[in-house]
């Protein structure tokens, strides 16, 4: 169907938005892969849930705000939206908890502060920071090493339902949370090489499994950012932010602080780098912003991860970042063409 | 002797148009601290809407003798000696509540709400409509902060009237949802009191939009807390 009442240039911004959220989905693809092969295939479930929440909760708020849903229920945010807060949630978490976040997402984060383009904070981490303070037990039960992968699909789904008891199977922690626990209890006497070396749940350089799939969302960010969907400043500035804080403390003490290479592949850095902090709403949108944004974000993630009381700190991080965005917009406007930076 | 559209301004503006915690949002940090369930708002409230009908009936009373330049501390000492007499009662009466109410009685006399109407309607008026305009501040006051301890404990632990023992030792309180509820803390939490708080504002707001749409005649009546300098 051929429009021609619109003018083209408004035809080619009206998709733009779906297109680029249909390639940061895309890009997502490899992570899911790498989840799906190594983790399990309950993994597609749960994004099939956040999808059905974050497009119901879409379709109500537009309808409560008396705005076309056929243009913004098709962009995509909300999917995007949807499957960053499955791909950062626990795995077997419950059904309803997903819902919960990604409503709160798409409800609180996004339509309550005016819809898209208009929110102040990543909603997906809205999402992770709500159901962390209020189910900070739920949110920590990762499954044991190589339970998702003994267990029937099944019986995941049991337990996803609520039907089958989480209590004995769901003892495992994220191999972040496995590092600071083990450290603490060791009280001195058990050092990081030792730990990484003899514990089932670390693999080649992090968490076993878990390493391919923050490679695979590796791999999707430099897609993204070969086909000039991402700038480099957001996602450089917080590898580097990271990178630095741990390299610091792990070459100050190699036997209480994992190496940088730990640390990237961990925990959310790296779907964080490509995926959360390069978001155009809530981040900055000069150059030299982009860049003091993630370098922080960086620094306060690794902060917060490491000597913080949550299993990893990305997502307060960013959202702690977001509220300082207005500020590193104001004093990093670039000069304007041809006019020289007065000092 | 008082004419009935006086009595009928003075409590409409109490209840709703100039509600201290939706429009004029003033008592913010009992406001949060506090309504972690509906007990605890509504006793809070009592207390100051005691403090507040006797704050005013005094002052009312005295405005002709304190003189205007120190009329400041003067209010303050009326407030705080009716503040220690609550907070005495509430001890002895309620001793676990006091407890839990903690500083927040005692803080009563530093509430802008009491303050702001002594100086900006109590300095001014004669006795009965002052009194009266205390109690109906503090019974905006008490809806709005059993509403949002209601919710709050509704989201974040599944029950009401927690902590009823406290006050009535024959009570229990209810649990409205399964007992499983697994309880969604952050509206415990400060966050979701501002959350929530937020909520009622829009829903405020939203009310008085759709009356004016009703009866686009009748302008709507003025909610603007600023008239009258508080």
């Not at chain 1, 409800?107 to 303070?133: D, E, R, S, T």
Request: proline share 6%.
């Amino acid at each position: 169907m051929t429009d021609f009442t619109t003018p083209p240039y408004l035809l080619l911004e009206r998709s733009s938005v779906r297109r680029v959220m249909l390639q940061v989905l895309a890009a997502l693809l490899p992570g899911i892969a790498a989840y799906v092969w190594l983790i399990g295939p309950i993994i597609l479930v749960q994004l099939a849930i956040a999808t059905l929440a974050a497009l119901a909760g879409e379709a109500l708020m537009l309808g409560v705000r008396r705005q076309p849903r056929g243009l913004f229920l098709t962009d995509g945010s909300a999917i995007v939206t949807a499957w960053l807060i499955a791909l950062a949630f626990p795995p077997m978490a419950p059904w309803w908890l997903i819902v919960v976040g990604t409503l709160f997402a798409i409800v609180v984060a996004k339509h309550l502060y005016g819809g898209l383009g208009q929110n102040p904070f990543n909603p997906a981490m809205v999402a992770f920071a709500a159901c962390i303070v209020s189910f900070p037990a739920l949110m920590s039960q990762w499954p044991a090493l190589g339970l998702t992968l003994t267990l029937t699909l099944s019986e995941q789904l049991q337990i996803i339902a609520g039907l089958a008891s989480r209590v004995d199977v769901m003892s495992g922690a994220t191999p972040l949370d496995a590092l600071k626990t083990a450290l603490k209890l060791g009280d001195g006497e058990l050092d990081v090489p030792t730990l990484l070396a003899t514990q089932e749940v670390f693999g080649h350089f992090a968490g076993r499994g878990w390493e391919w799939v923050t490679s695979g969302y590796l791999l999707g960010g430099l897609w993204l950012w070969q086909r000039r969907i991402i700038a480099w400043h957001a996602p450089l500035g917080f590898i580097a932010g990271l990178s630095l804080l741990a390299g610091v403390l792990w070459l100050w003490q190699p036997q209480q602080f994992a190496s940088p290479l730990f640390h990237l592949f961990s925990g959310g850095t790296l779907l964080g780098a490509f995926f959360i902090v390069t978001d155009p709403v809530s981040g900055c949108t000069t150059p030299k912003g982009k860049l003091i944004f993630g370098f922080s974000a960086g620094l306060l993630a690794y902060t917060i991860r490491v000597f913080g009381g949550y299993p990893d700190g990305v997502a307060f991080a960013v959202l702690l970042l977001n509220l300082c965005v207005p500020l590193i917009d104001m004093y990093s406007q670039p000069p304007i063409f041809g006019l020289k930076n007065e000092k | 002797m008082m004419i009935r559209d006086e009595f009928r301004q003075i409590r409409d503006n109490g209840v709703w148009h100039q509600n201290t915690s939706l429009v004029q949002i003033l008592g913010l940090c009992p406001l949060l601290a506090v309504t972690t369930n509906l007990v605890n708002g509504v006793m809070l409230s009592l207390a100051t809407i005691i403090v507040m009908a006797i704050s005013n009936a005094a002052v009312s009373s005295l405005r002709n003798l304190i003189p205007h330049e120190i009329r400041i501390p003067v209010f303050i000492l009326i407030v705080a000696a009716l503040v220690t007499v609550v907070d005495l009662i509430f001890n002895a009466q309620f001793h676990d509540l006091y407890l839990v109410l903690g500083i927040f009685i005692p803080l009563i006399v530093t509430n802008c709400i009491v303050l702001a109407r002594v100086e900006a309607f109590a300095n001014k008026n004669p006795l009965l409509q002052s009194t009266l305009d205390g109690v109906f501040m503090g019974v905006g006051m008490l809806w709005t902060l059993a509403l949002l301890g209601g919710l709050r404990e509704l989201i974040g632990g599944g029950t009401l009237f927690s902590g009823i023992d406290m006050v009535f030792p024959a009570l229990q309180q209810l649990q409205l949802l399964p007992a499983d509820y697994p309880g969604f803390l952050l509206a415990i939490l400060p966050p979701g009191a501002f959350i929530l708080l937020g909520c009622l504002i829009a829903w405020k707001n939203w009310v008085e939009a759709r009356a004016a749409a009703r009866s686009p005649g009748r302008p709507p009546m003025p909610s603007a807390a600023v008239t009258d300098g508080a």
